[in-house]
């Protein structure tokens, strides 16, 4: 059975889910909306789906599924919108910056019986799930410290950083799922440092650019994240967990794997200079358990769930840098 | 424009084309043809492709290319065919395993006109393309060394060794072709080695298993190519260019790139179990250059000529091992 | 000039500082005094030297210096008692566990003028110590977040772990000792986590095994350290220092750096089994530079006021990890 | 029992040498001689021991052993002189270029039963140590292709390579025992390139500085020596062993372990200088295992014998440059 998919939001995201879904068998890429007439138009010639929009693409049977790519403050009214029109929602974190609104919308979905996967695209990136996979077949034994590093090259623009919700909700956020992922168990305490160091506008404007945080899982199990929105030589995205027989990695990626030896040393190039090409990847292997969950009739393997935990998650930690205590979940 | 291409040959590398070409928005999968009418009947449902035979594609105006994928011993009569029926043609390698039945074939070629473009997947891998990028950009200066090693993981079946020209028209045949891309010039002397140390019952067919080669260039430049049908931790493919201002080396891939440590050591993953997984973005790559070129009326990125080089410089390797001397080109 | 030097304590790390003084042509090894007889023997016979005890060797003006080595709550008895002698002083860390006897012993060496340094190894390992440089080099601008591994192949004896201070005291400190040499400024904040989960004994001593450390410098920039006292894999030592131009790490080390490569993976050896190999190279650059700063009369490099800082933040940890909240300094 | 040495020239390997007694606990550094008296003096109060010459150390005795570090023409007349005066020596290799002259010497050696042994430095590295061992214990099986790089920084003085013998006996000769170490057999055929790449004026000495050899075993197993006079990036020495069931690999080694990442890229610093940075380790080891197998009376690890064949092999190689052919040996 081939899904029929619609993408809401033709910006960066929407041009990544895309070119996922056109390189799906699984799945058709039937309409693409945008409030931008051009950018609906451009996407859709591409990937030779139609332009349409939210209404009719609500209405129309021809459609099974819809991935939401709009900006974060639309998610939650989105979802509910197509929960009621019956069609299955791949919708890009986070639901909503607002716990309560999240919890409301994810009503709606439970009372619709509604499939919502939510767009941890994270998990689905071949070395961090060849890490989790291990991690949960028992190599390392049980886990005793999980350690994440993520660091973006460059921050996003100052309007951005504005409706971001804060470096916590907006970066670390996938942190704070990976470590759940990672760690198969809830969170249960948080502490958190947050810093204006790479720029002070991003101050100015109430966020921090550098943070660093632990947790403790239920098990005991200790978390430790670091975080910048600087990071000169490429999209910095690491993982270790250490247990009580061993300790899984995962390194860094480069588009060209090479080194150039010479009088300087041996030098190999940046990173991948950001999402896009760092999680290609996880972006097509993402859709495609979208899609399987869908045609299995399975659980969604990322849920809303998971998605007002990470949030939940968020908000303690804002609350540590506040307090400069630890905050209990 | 979308060129509309014919895959004679479901085999596995056929099948591996038939990915490409679904996977590419310039290019339309339309008609596949196989021996077995079942191989090309499960390929074409795969890929939304017809099943078709090869004399009605030679006839169908609505095709405009072929991806030759048959045995080797059809290849120059196919490609004959095919540039008479004037159709554009990539031919996986080799032409022919007889140097004047190549030759033949590549007039018939030259008289009509046709394009044609040989299947040296590696040239088109990012990381080996990387490094032979820098090469041209001077970032080593006068090349003075190439070393390659290229390892299968296992041997092939005896039955595929007995029709393949032996290990350097089969397999080292790829390293002649990549010293050449990486050198910018020409093969003058081969000398060789070559041993059955891996399968007594592959020296019982008159072939090798084992093999090392060195080569000058033109410019005096040295090649040394370790070549083995056996490596029991993966598909090893290294190339390492040295010069005079420096080097650049591109090491081996692996599926997930984790590292597990514990009282044992630090362990990755094996390597690549072959050229399907290890080239998959090569053999992407490889066919979109072929599609570029045709539309763009440019020439072929691997010609007939880079073809018949690597079966002299092959057949230069025998005549150096039966002989005990360098041989000269 | 020739340092005579005289070592008390022959247990582990007396013999680490005997063979560093042996070894250093600027120094010879006079003597050795030890609780034990046959200890002192011993390590005396090893190494030409005579043996001797405490008394004598602070009456003896055929001693220039001494190194102490021996238990923990000797150290600021014999650094008051060698400062009164004269002798210059090189004490193992910590000088006290008690924060106001480090400081009366401290205002003696002060009073006295004797030249103390105190014994942070991995000061001078010559990877940290290159990364140390670059920082101060400004290779990677202002410093943003230093990140410490610092893990144990396995938990000392119970018996050790009594008197030991804590996990912040005794292992965490040197941590906190390289945050402070790698960022040359002080830290101002420091918030902890510390748990149980190597070994419950641990916890029946009222220690823990497992610790997870915040902290900020003056300047703003944050520290994160992680630390175990279990390492399967063994010696874990790593820093990485991010700055606003750049990063900087040094890895693991190993005594071969070789790999085996198999059907299981590629394995390269376990780390260092400890720090008597891991820091084999730091401990005789640091006798070499105590040698060279007495014989130059400059400042020593690793000072009594070090030690009480390094102690200073142990403290703010134990006290964060009790109350939940940040500790300023 | 202490052995007592006397370093004979004082040169850049005497002083190598000179480090190495003078650590090992086993030895004493008793005298020096060198034609230049300067020379001679400056090593011997770098390590306190008395200057002397040739006819003297012969005739004391309290010299056990001398390490021969003169220049390579006196090498098999000392040899032969200390070897009548009983007393155990170490010597710089080669023997001699002339293969004659080195059996005559070592005939001598036999009729004195004078134990003697050869500097091949590199079986002592601890790194390609581990290599042979675990090729050694059958960890990877029956070896089949030995590859081996060895690329110095710089060419040497053409003072030196007029009287070096050329690249193979100079340069390639260790690799040569290095390959023969590993296989633990010998080489039954040699066939070898060689090239003016780097320096003119090392051609109008009628040498060469770039080479490659492939060489047979008597077991059948290839071995491929890539050889250079010049690496920009430092001190290239490398070893790979492939077998029946892995492969083994010792990687290239630096004095900083570090690396610094910005929008340049990941950098390492360049590797060791040359062979008395990279071979520190190893040349302590080997005097340690010269004086063990003296106090131990065991057979010299390294023979005269071992220096013989290493020449044969290099006399192989200038034949199969100057015929193309394969020499069998």
Redesign the interface.
């Known amino acids: 059975m081939v899904t029929r998919i619609a993408i809401l939001g033709a910006g960066r995201i929407g041009q990544v889910h895309a070119r996922a879904v ?2 799906n ?1 699984q799945a058709e890429l039937v309409a693409i909306a945008d409030a931008l007439p051009e950018a609906a138009a451009a996407l859709a010639a ?2 030779g789906a139609r332009v349409s929009d939210i209404g009719a693409i609500a209405a129309d049977a021809g459609v099974d599924a819809v991935i939401i790519c709009t900006p974060t403050d639309t998610h939650a009214d989105l979802i509910e919108m197509f929960a009621h029109a019956g069609k299955a929602i791949f919708c890009e974190k986070p639901i909503d910056l607002d716990r309560a609104r999240v919890a409301a919308c994810l009503q709606v979905v439970a009372d619709t019986g509604t499939p919502l996967m939510v767009g941890f695209n994270r998990r689905f990136d ?2 961090f ?3 989790q996979q ?1 991690v949960a077949a028992g ?2 034994g ?1 886990v ?2 999980v ?1 994440i ?1 993520s ?1 973006d090259p460059a921050p996003p623009p100052l309007s951005y950083i504005a409706h971001s919700g804060g470096i916590f909700r907006d970066m670390t956020i996938h942190d704070f799922d990976m470590a759940r992922f990672l760690l198969g168990q809830e969170i249960v305490s948080v ?1 958190a ?1 947050a ?4 720029d002070p506008d991003i101050g100015a404007e109430g966020d921090f650019d ?1 943070a ?1 945080v ?1 947790m ?1 899982a239920a098990s ?3 978390v ?1 994240i ?1 975080n ?1 929105r ?4 490429g999209y ?1 995205q690491r993982i270790e967990v ?1 247990g ?8 860094n ?1 480069r ?16 990173l991948h200079d950001f999402f896009m090409t760092r999680y290609l990847a996880a972006y097509a292997a993402e859709i495609a358990a979208f899609i399987t969950a869908l045609n299995d009739g399975t659980e969604m393997p990322v849920t809303g769930a998971d998605g007002l935990r990470a949030l939940d998650i968020a908000e303690a930690a804002v609350a540590s840098v506040q ?4 905050v209990r979940l």
Request: neutral net charge; glycine residues 8%.
């Open positions: 056109a390189g068998r591409t990937f071949p070395h799930r060849a890490v291990a190599r390392i049980a005793e410290q350690v590093t660091r502490q440092m810093s204006v160091l790479v550098t660093s632990l403790q005991g199990a200790q430790v670091a910048s600087r990071a000169t030589y910095d250490h009580a027989d061993g300790m899984l990695q995962a390194q990626q588009e060209a794997d090479i080194v150039l030896a010479n009088g300087q040393g041996f030098t190999a190039p940046v307090t400069g205590s630890v």
